[in-house]
Nanobody
Framework: QVQLAESGGGLVQPGGSLRLSCAVS????????MGWYRQAPGKERELVAR???????IYADSVKGRFVISRDNAKNTVTLQMSSLKPEDTAVYYC??????????WGQGTQVTVSS
């Protein structure tokens, strides 16, 4: 049973844009935070952006001013709009949500490749 379904990854040229979306199953209740992480080859998974149920947003320094995270609580979705993409943004991007009891849920990941 897929609980987090990601979409929107792909290949884009430097300077381009991509939009990632994550649909969260209604079987996950009491969601507090929704966010995106990424993992590049040979590197640890890192936080990209996270948004709380109250609207507090955290961005990694490397993406500030270029990425925008948003969530739709009615539709149980979280979106990451990525602009001015750089080759160093290349990674597998994972959707993540945490519930009231701090239990994490992960998507299967979507590949983002920034290359000319």
């Amino acid at each position: 049973q897929v609980q987090l379904a990601e979409s929107g990854g792909g290949l884009v040229q430097p300077g381009g844009s991509l939009r990632l979306s994550c649909a969260v199953s209604t079987t996950i209740s009491s969601i507090v935070t929704m966010g995106w992480y990424r993992q590049a080859p040979g590197k640890e998974r890192e936080l990209v952006a996270r948004i709380s149920s109250g609207g507090t947003i955290i961005y990694a320094d490397s993406v500030k001013g270029r990425f925008v995270i948003s969530r739709d609580n009615a539709k149980n979705t979280v979106t990451l709009q990525m602009s001015s993409l750089k080759p160093e943004d290349t990674a597998v991007y994972y959707c993540n949500v945490a519930d009231f009891w701090a239990r994490p849920y992960w998507g299967q990941g979507t590949q983002v490749t920034v290359s000319s």
